[in-house]
């Protein structure tokens, strides 16, 4: 046999083309693209279906730690399969630092949680929350070398956020290392003006989440977040990003040159701040930070993702049970918004809404959205062209999608450890029927066909985004 796989009479496509052509994968690798490949001793007939390359969700958290008696619902084992079902090959969750301890020991953590469990492949971003000497001179910087080469810092929550202070000593290190910095862009201590004033006149239903983190907080912190870059001279990714005002801040900043990058996420295009406003506790599953927005809100996003203001599209997968334990009620079900867990479920339906509502309504060519969600966030961690591509030589990593299969959201059929979405009810069209990692196809029609621990720890090069806009053109290699 010439080829381990062939996936024959697909469509293919890449950030940049779409094509008919026969994939053979060799050794878990992609060997050749053309008509008429040799024999595969596994064969798969791919006639009507897309083939795409695995998804990239740069930005998941599983079983990550969260210090307020909250417990995560997925861990790295159920976060990989319903990634994996929902046709994405490579996950990249938080190694998170607690103040007053290591980051070295934060990462060494996170190596045992997901030992033994992931079904796909996954690299490490860290979070530095207690930026010490320690973790600045010498930590930070040789894990970076270590391939941690993306970390994240947050502008807001106490037990996470820095200073502008600390953000540019921070922010130095990075420029100086190489590495690619992703910012949590809201203003910490509006937030918490505007949530004891809301406090004081009872006014605590999760409803007022949304309130107390309006879209001028957002539009604060992500200005002062481009500035301390600016002078810093260092590119960042701000992620999550939820509101109009942010983005015309992240427009400004794009068009003056600055190397200004710009994440966004499901929630953003398919809840409204009237989900948080549901009877009684309900709106709780869908407090996340930033909040929905509106339905004009929406339509920014949406030209911001089309127009070129964001790079990625991520889930931001912050998985919480809404009735089981350690979940949105563990302060119980009449909790004050500030009391619940923040964050969604969303690592397995990611790319079948974007699919269903960009590619399929016609707003997004299929190009944008693998541009979007595989070959981007590849790019921008340091993963590129291993990942994120279908090219001779990169990982065979690759989905397999029915662009005419109709599906309803519901929980039931999805693959999570949570016990809601927020998607439910939601018609989609589009869906990835089979996923490959590495050669080897991890879930069919329904059913996982690998064994956990099959994905592998990938350590990162340095992000090429990251390169700060002064520094010299790379020597070409001919």
Known sequence: MEFDLVIRNGTVATASDVFKADVGVRGGTIAALGAGLGAGAEEIDAAGLLVLPGGVDGHVHFDQPTGDGSVMADDFLTGTRSAAFGGTTTVLPFACQEKGRSLREAV?????????????????????????EQVLGQELPALIREGYTSFKIYMTYDALKLNDRQILEVLDIARSEGAMVMMHAENA????????????TGQTAPFFHGVSRPRVAEREATHRAISLAELVDVPILIVHVSGADAVEQIRWAQGRGLRIYAETCPQYLFLTADDLGEDGFEGAKCICSPPPRDAANQAVIWDGLTGGAFQIFSSDHAPFHFDGPGGKKVHGDKAPFRCVPNGIPGVETRLPLLFSAGVMTGRMELTKFVELTATNPARMYGLHPRKGTIAVGADADIALWDPARRVTVTNAMLHHNVDYTPYEGMEVTGWPVATISRGAVVCRDGALLVQPGRGEFLPCGLPAPARPKSAPAPVLPF
């Open 189 to 200: 201590d509006c937030i918490a003006w505007l949530t004891e004033k809301l406090e004081r």
């Open 108 to 132: 060494d953590d996170y190596h045992r949680r997901a030992a033994g469990k992931p079904v796909i492949d996954y690299a490490f971003h860290l979070i530095v929350t207690d930026p010490t």
